[in-house]
């Protein structure tokens, strides 16, 4: 009679993990096919290849353009046109 009962809630907690394991691996499949549906639409929008390297690229290109425009707002000219060059130069070679 004791086994059955230890049987039975063994099984019900292992249901319970189950559950609760595959309900995660739901979640986190879903944000990772959202991510790399961006990823996917990113790429074909701005024509680059979809790799890693063009998306650490991308992302350094967005804050040198950023940079140039900080140092524009503080009336740093020079500083301004380099960062704006160095983004400018490295957005092109990725961007089709």
Known sequence: MQV???ETLGQMLGSLIRFIVDSLDW??????V???NF???LAAALGMDRSILNIAA??????LLVGAFRA????SIISG???????LWLLSFIIN
């Not at 979640?27 to 990772?32: D, I, P, T, V």
């Not at 991308?58 to 804050?63: E, F, T």
């Not at 524009?72 to 009336?75: E, G, K, S």
């Open 4 to 6: 059955d009962f230890f």
């Open 27 to 32: 979640l986190f499949s879903l944000f990772a």
């Open 34 to 36: 959202a991510g790399h």
């Open 39 to 41: 990823v996917d639409g």
């Open 58 to 63: 991308l992302v350094l290109g967005l804050i």
């Open 72 to 75: 524009f707002f503080r009336r």
């Open 81 to 87: 046109i380099i960062l704006l060059l160095l983004a």
